[in-house]
């Protein structure tokens, strides 16, 4: 079994940073690939980024040039840095292992 924590969300105005991260317990870490989705009101979750255990890394096209996806295996953290925001990218951030453990998400709001 793999818990993930979600931190970091926030009210945040447009242009600002932030940075997310997520902390899985289970000694699975350094060999599953992780990603972050969001889902925001009246829409399907998307995925937003991904990284493999070799920190091979993908990204949405909305988001490509503004955020990065990082891990921290010794740590057993995955981090998303979220710069140059923007009020579509308001949403509940979820992290996610292996392509089917979820945490329950944290609410990044960007607003003025």
């Known amino acids: 079994q793999v818990q993930l924590v979600e931190s970091g969300g926030g009210l945040v105005q447009p242009g600002g940073s932030l940075r997310l991260s997520c902390a899985a317990s289970?000694?699975?870490?350094?060999?599953?690939?992780m990603a972050w989705h969001r889902q925001a009101p009246g829409k399907q979750r998307e995925l937003v980024a991904s990284?493999?255990?070799?920190?091979?890394?993908k990204y949405a096209d909305s988001v490509k040039g503004r955020f990065t996806i990082s891990r921290d295996n010794a740590k057993s953290t995955v981090y998303l840095q979220m710069n140059s925001l923007k009020p579509d990218d308001t949403a509940v951030y979820y992290c996610?292992?292996?392509?089917?453990?979820w945490g329950r998400g944290t609410q990044v709001t960007v607003s003025s």
């Open positions: 990284i493999t255990s070799y920190s091979s890394t």
């Open positions: 996610n292992a292996m392509g089917h453990f």
């Open positions: 289970g000694s699975i870490f350094s060999f599953s690939t």
